[in-house]
């Protein structure tokens, strides 16, 4: 005879696609109807079965991919926020990197600092899905890094799903301040008449920029002088 089969099953995605809810009962539900040889139509046979939703792990982090403070500066602060993107309540563990040239590391959470990232870590609180905590990296800049790229990354990884992280980098990229003294200033040399024997000058040139330099030297003089200039040499 003929057989009709008819199952309901229900959804595992929610509208716009976010994951089902830790937890969640999705039941599917079998129906069947039929006719024999002779006709006869025999009454829905009805069979479920439910299946409950385990939990998916999912971290994202997110922060800018560039910021410019001066060198050398102080009390700079980067945050990074980080989402709970998976099914479930969880909880994350912090690890940062910063590059050479940042220094006084520390960190911030819910206006409170942290020395340490053990400590910071032990102070992160529970994120319900779809939640977000915001952690901040406070550091200084060293002088002489004008130019230079110097990396931040924070990684958070799931407590319950230790394979399950996320990073962000944040690129730290002072701008580069050129500057040049050049002493002695308005100084002066008695020095009698050289009959031919050259005298010389130092005059020390010190690179008061934020960054590796390359100055052309030139010599002049006041109007009237009787000195000649021979040779200027760095």
């Known amino acids: 005879g003929a057989i009709a089969l008819v199952t309901t099953l229900a959804s595992a995605q929610t509208a716009g696609a976010q994951a089902t809810p830790e937890g ?3 039941t599917n539900t079998a129906s069947a109807s039929y006719t024999d040889a002779n006709g006869n139509t025999y009454a829905n046979a009805t069979a479920s079965v439910s299946v409950t939703v385990g939990f998916a792990a999912g971290v994202d982090v997110v922060s800018p991919a560039t910021v410019s403070p001066a060198s050398p500066s102080s009390s700079n602060s980067q945050a990074f926020t980080i989402n709970n993107t998976g099914n479930g309540n969880d909880t994350v563990t912090v690890a940062v990197s910063a590059a050479a040239g940042l220094t006084n590391v520390s960190y911030t959470y819910n206006a409170t600092n942290y020395a340490t990232l053990a ?5 992160l609180p529970v994120m319900t ?3 977000s905590i915001v952690v901040s ?3 200084d800049v060293a002088s002489g890094r004008g130019g230079q790229t110097l990396p931040i990354t924070l990684t958070a990884t799931s407590r319950r799903t230790n394979t399950v992280s996320d990073a962000s980098t944040t690129n730290v990229t002072p701008a580069t301040l050129g500057s040049v003294a050049v002493t002695p200033d308005g100084a ?10 050259q005298y010389s000058q130092v005059f020390p040139v ?9 100055y052309n030297l030139a010599a002049s003089l006041n109007a009237g002088t009787a000195i000649t200039i021979v040779s200027v040499n760095g």
């Open 188 to 197: 002066s040399v008695d020095q009698l008449p050289s009959n031919g024997t």
């Open 119 to 123: 400590l910071l870590n032990a102070a």
């Open 129 to 131: 899905s779809g939640g």
């Open 137 to 139: 990296v406070n550091y």
């Open 24 to 26: 969640t009962v999705i």
């Open 206 to 214: 010190q690179n008061t920029g934020n960054a590796s330099d390359v």
